[in-house]
């Protein structure tokens, strides 16, 4: 019996196994290095790089993550997220319910197009091909007939040109200058922009989804932490949104005024059937 | 080391006791009955009671916690939980999660009114005294004076009459004639009504929150289950809701259309300090 | 200007537009019902089935919905959506919220299978074909080539027969011969299973997934609703589980006992680099 | 009419004003500053800052922010909202589902304390009194006797000593003496530090909620931004870890390994009542 209990007990413990954090009384390492060590000397977007890749960037990489964290955090409150978020503190919860009810709907429309154009950069990437601009139209061509004509990363249905993505831009090509990084994912969102125009007739400019994907594609994170770097960027809007509502005290705040009545289009007032 | 583990595992095992559910393969256990003997024999009224309370209730007890649950399913597109859902369907994410983020959002605010009708009139009932009129005037001027004017369960901004209300109570009547309950909360509830219109000069009538909360107390149930019920009946309109949205397939709903822009009143344009 | 004012005040009603609810001052219709000609006279799995369909179900109908809510509502703290409500508990946070971050992780995998298991079925029905076995054994063929050898609906990991299911395929078979249903997904289920057996060699009974998508696709629900419905049902024990817990006042409730230690199997401790 | 539609427009309009962030086709201003000028230029907790703030903060505020930033991220698997997000990303849900799982329970008591502690500190303050000493004790007296004698910020259930507060006291220290802040609140921290050994005859030294809540006060945040500051650090700990556990496509991950059953202390078996 003992000896089940054992082998039980191992693995229970292994049940929670993990690479990233080592906690005994009076110590906590992370990936390694003792907290104390870190503290002070690290900025947060090191820590974010330590946490989700195991191990600390450089400088240069760092300061290139920190620019598209700093470009995503708020959209404003017609995006869902901040308007739930919003409409979530007048109900009687706290900020961290408020943030939940908001990041939860960061899902494959709303915060998956930067994880999608991750993706669609890499199978360009992966399909090779001498010439860039023919590999594009020929992924471009299966991407439509799979999923649309919906780009992720390309257009935009308020900005005609988005102000976020020169800037961004800017700073990759300094980077690649630099040899912090190679520049591969800024040259395939140029192009896939110009296949766009060739395609369509008119400009799909890149947008903020696109400018970050290149980001972090040439950093080398996997598309899925697009959208996780993505959530931890618009936290920061949605707790700024949650907490400047929540100094207004009003209560039960719906999408609109109560004033303004929605239409009904359902059936006509009706009885139930006395037989059934 | 295999005593320690024994004693380790048997605490693990202890960790999730519950006294809900038995399961063994083939078996399934819920609160001592056999599944397969519940299943085409008990209502789903039932099923909430015998999972919460430990026992089955009699039918006429059934019947009138199922009629709360079947008053409390939706009051439209207004409510920030409703409101929420069908937003949240438009982002790219699924049923559960749209259920979530509209469920969350149930606080005490917007889900506990019903929870604190039931406190106040649990208070009341514990205040005794032989004139119940005149216990219940002191209970409000303490709890006004802790809580403020709006007393949960009376008043609607909308509704000038609740037209639950009045088939809700004669149910609980009906109950009272037979039995089946003893008619105390229910007295309760109508003296707080007619003690609010001596207070106040006006009618400030009955609601939703107000009779459910009489239901639940003349049942047996503790005011938080009172939350409780209330979410398992409202989130059958938060999934109709959301159900209806998604067979909409809009993409992004804010909460008003984005050709209706909404104000800024922050700073005006500026610029960074040069020196910072 | 005004007329403008008009267009965009006519648009912002309708964004909201339902066919669900309509609300006036003392009036609330559900799907053309007066709320008050309804209480007391339908029961909750008819409210469930007006408030997502639009219509009321006959009473068989309802019954054979209500006996496949009865039996879904838990199977025990091994869960992760009941193990999230009860962790949650342990915060500081109300039932509202726990059970909002338990019934968010109902999905594709841990909500989704009844959904899968309808879809299934569907793709089975719209198959056609003279021969149901063979016309199984094609689409299960395909079935695993896009999604791998796990069949939803068939098979459990812990019951080698899920003891919910005999009952529940009694009850359709009863309604099939009442009339009630059809009973083509009934016959479908079986001709799975036994094609399971033939292509396997071994048992691998339908499950409570398998048998609630043969209920819910009788009674014509889409399956996206499949997994709406699963989620009311399973609502209930997500809440007798929480209630539960809030009972026994534990603060910060772990997955283990925090004396049982989970490995680290990552880097051993280092330094910052003082050059970095 | 149309008057009535201007004025219930412009109310629909305003329903959503705010402070913080205003959008025009191309231009992004975000509290004043337009997007382009500060992306590249501030750092991610400048950006919190002004978001949350309304104004940038100096280089040695934002480092101080940073460094709190960085200390909070993780405390491992056996803290309910790391446990959590790991569990719902083996239900089939995506990253910012599990994200929103496990912020969802940094409630009163998982994410609380930082604020708790603030709250105190503030209370102190505002307590004034020549002898800072014996304020605390007084305060302290009451503060026990209303919420009980766990005193937010101080003392930890698994470290002795936290090996995270003396690195960050450090930095207040450090940014006392440059004037960056005037070090009440480190004084404070300290005298409680003091007074809780007096009051019980043992140390119980300050943890990282009593040194972060030092921080958040001494650069003027309110005591519910201390739990949004939190939030948005421990979500870089929940992020790391609904990674890593989707690497290992695990499949419906309970708190346990499903072969170490829990206890049940329930009924025993016992049959439907034949005459109900």
């Given at each position: 019996?003992s000896?089940?209990s054992?082998?039980?007990m191992?693995?229970?413990?292994a049940w929670?196994?993990?690479?990233?954090?080592?906690i005994h009384?009076?110590?906590i390492g992370?990936?390694?290095?003792?907290i104390?060590?870190?503290?002070?000397?690290?900025t947060?977007p090191?820590m974010?790089?330590?946490m989700?890749r195991?191990?600390l960037?450089?400088r240069?990489?760092s300061?290139?993550?920190?620019a598209?964290l700093?470009?995503?955090?708020?959209h404003?409150p017609h995006?869902?997220?901040?308007a739930i978020?919003r409409m979530?503190m007048?109900?009687g919860?706290?900020?961290n319910n408020?943030?939940a009810?908001g990041?939860?709907v960061?899902?494959d429309?709303?915060?998956?197009?930067g994880q999608?154009?991750?993706?669609l950069?890499a199978?360009?990437?992966?399909?090779?091909?001498?010439?860039?601009?023919?590999?594009?139209?020929?992924?471009l061509?299966e991407?439509v007939?799979?999923h649309?004509?919906?780009?992720?990363g390309f257009g935009?249905?308020f900005h005609?040109?988005d102000p976020r993505v020169?800037?961004?831009?800017a700073?990759?090509d300094?980077?690649a200058?630099e040899?912090?990084?190679?520049?591969?994912?800024?040259?395939?969102?140029r192009?896939?922009?110009?296949?766009?125009r060739?395609?369509?007739g008119?400009?799909?400019?890149m947008?903020?989804?696109?400018?970050t994907?290149?980001?972090?594609?040439?950093?080398?994170?996997?598309?899925?932490?697009?959208r996780?770097l993505f959530i931890l960027?618009?936290?920061?809007g949605?707790?700024a949104?949650?907490?400047?509502?929540s100094q207004?005290?009003e209560r039960?705040?719906g999408p609109m005024?109560?004033e303004?009545?929605y239409?009904y289009?359902?059936?006509?007032?009706?009885?139930?059937?006395?037989?059934?």
């Open positions: 019996m000896d089940d054992q082998a039980q191992d693995k229970a413990r929670w196994d993990t690479q990233i954090i080592d009384p009076g110590k992370v990936r390694g290095y003792p104390q060590e870190l503290i002070g000397r690290i947060f090191d974010i790089w330590l989700t195991g191990d960037p450089s240069a990489q300061k290139l993550l920190e598209a700093v470009a995503s955090v708020d404003g995006a869902p997220s901040i978020a979530a007048t109900c919860i706290d900020l408020a943030m009810s990041i939860n960061l899902g429309i709303h915060g998956g197009p999608q154009c991750m993706e950069y199978e360009i990437r992966a399909a090779g091909g001498e010439d860039l601009p023919s590999t594009i139209d020929r992924v061509h991407f007939a799979r649309g004509k919906i780009i992720p935009h249905r005609p040109i020169a800037p961004l831009l700073l990759v300094e980077a200058r040899g912090v990084v190679n520049g591969t994912y800024a040259a395939i969102g192009e896939v922009e110009a296949a766009l060739r395609r369509t008119k400009a799909i400019p947008n903020i989804d696109g400018v994907a290149v980001i972090f594609s040439e950093l080398g994170f996997p598309p899925p932490m697009g996780g960027s618009r936290s920061v949605i707790l949104h949650a907490w400047e509502q207004r005290h039960i705040k005024p109560k303004i009545p239409t289009s359902g059936p006509e007032r009706r009885s139930l059937d006395p037989d059934r």
